[in-house]
């Protein structure tokens, strides 16, 4: 026996992501159907006779929204698409990203693109600001200042700017007061 699905239009890649999820819909879990023919705006299906498939509009939207959530992260994650540093080496990104991205996912991607984007040593400014600091009595004199520029301080500054700026940017206005002192200070330093 014969049954489908169609799509009243073909819009794209979107279609594509549709057409997908119903697939998988239809035949996850279920044995005895089977896709047979592809088109552009929809599939074949042959199914045997005692098998009855009732979806729900809800089971169609969840679907396609995972199968969407699921192309975007490997994407973000593989290219980090708008990831970059600004010339005083914060690192900016979309807003999106969290929409697509896991806690743990973010991290690392936060993690290798901020190791892999970091080429040269970033450090002569932000150490030159803290010596000044020092000298004017702003930060405690006893503070080590006398370290070898080398490229993995730069990451890590890059890392923790990034850090800083998105978990004080999701921070509720109450909040927000008190964490923007400590926000000053840190981009006086690496900004």
Request: proline share 3%; aromatic share 14%.
């Amino acid at each position: 026996m014969f049954t489908y699905h169609q799509l009243r239009e073909v819009r794209g890649l979107f279609t594509n992501v549709v057409n997908n999820g119903m697939v998988q819909l239809y035949t996850d879990g279920r044995p005895g159907i089977w896709p047979y023919l592809f088109f552009s705006d929809g599939v074949v299906y042959i199914k045997r006779k005692s098998l009855q498939i009732t979806l729900t509009t809800e089971q169609i939207v969840e679907t396609v929204r995972e199968q969407l959530r699921q192309i975007c992260a490997g994407t973000i994650k593989s290219q980090a698409p708008g990831f970059k540093f600004s010339i005083q080496g914060i690192a900016k990104h979309p807003g999106y990203y969290f929409e697509f991205l896991t806690l743990e996912d973010y991290v690392e991607l936060l993690a290798r693109f901020t190791i892999n984007r970091t080429t040269n040593d970033i450090t002569a400014i932000p150490f030159q600001k803290l010596r000044q600091m020092q000298s004017a009595g702003e930060i405690a004199a006893e503070m080590p200042l006398d370290f070898q520029a080398h490229r993995r301080i730069g990451m890590v500054s890059r890392f923790f700017s990034v850090v800083f700026a998105s978990v004080l940017g999701m921070l509720d206005k109450n909040k927000r007061h008190c964490a923007s002192s400590w926000k000053r200070q840190w981009w006086s330093i690496w900004g």
